[in-house]
């Protein structure tokens, strides 16, 4: 069973337009969400992170949403730039305390930008 | 750069074989996580150490195991390999309070 999920495996955007890539999540006890991006044959690496006592974090060109009562989260960038293009990665955890527990990863989403 | 470091990048082995892949984490992290991308699947989590001591398991197949040592840096056993274990697999990194992990490059296995 999935507990994260991105719906979109792919998505295409033209260049300094907007891409949102959405995020959904069943288990109630998440209370810690990341985005990753990831380019081919290397490691993800961590873009921008949202508490569920907020609804918004934004970090320059990138804002994260989060509805908790809808279970669901969206990262915005904008404006899109050809650099953008990766497999992004939606990220949860239940924040125990401690540190980070094994995050549950969702599959990802190709962002590919159109000149 | 992350600052966590994986060996050996690739790996080439036949079915039935062992390997060890190796990881040092961030100066200053704790936590040792160890993930598996296979090529239709997302990041799977497979187990977590915190300061030498098993924090958390995952999907991790009993054919594998996995220890964290005194100076912090951890290894991954997999054992009696099969086609299907080919796969990238990425060591990450934390502090104690951080929920915010740390990738390395990976280490691409092939099993032939």
């Known amino acids: 069973d999935q507990q994260v999920k991105q719906n979109s495996p792919s998505l295409s955007v033209q260049e300094g337009r907007i891409s949102i890539l959405n995020c959904d999540y069943t288990?109630?006890?998440?209370?810690?969400f990341l985005w990753y991006k990831k380019y081919p044959a290397e490691g993800p690496t961590f873009l921008i992170s949202?508490?569920?006592?907020?609804d918004k974090n934004e970090d320059g060109r990138f804002t994260v949403f989060l509805n908790k009562s809808a279970k669901h989260l969206s990262l915005h960038i904008v404006p899109s730039q050809p650099g953008d293009s990766a497999v992004y990665f939606c990220a949860a955890s239940e924040y125990s305390g401690g540190g980070a527990d094994g995050l549950t990863f969702g599959k990802g989403t190709h962002l590919i930008i159109q000149p | 750069d992350s600052g966590v470091t994986q060996t050996p990048k690739h790996l080439i082995t036949a079915t039935g074989q062992r390997v060890t892949l190796r990881c040092s984490p961030r100066?200053?992290?704790?936590?040792v996580y160890w993930y598996q991308q296979s090529l239709d699947q997302g990041l799977q989590f497979l187990i977590q150490?915190?300061?030498?001591?098993?924090?958390a398991k995952g999907n991790i197949l009993e054919r594998f195991s996995a220890q964290q040592f005194p100076d912090l840096h951890s290894e991954l056993n997999l054992s009696s390999l099969e086609l299907g274990d080919s796969a990238l697999y990425f060591c990450a990194s934390s502090t104690y309070t951080g929920n915010t992990i740390y990738f390395g490059e990976g280490s691409w296995l092939t099993v032939v």
């Open positions: 100066s200053g992290d704790l936590s």
């Open positions: 150490y915190y300061n030498g001591e098993e924090r």
């Open positions: 288990n109630s006890m998440f209370d810690y």
């Open positions: 949202i508490s569920s006592i907020k």
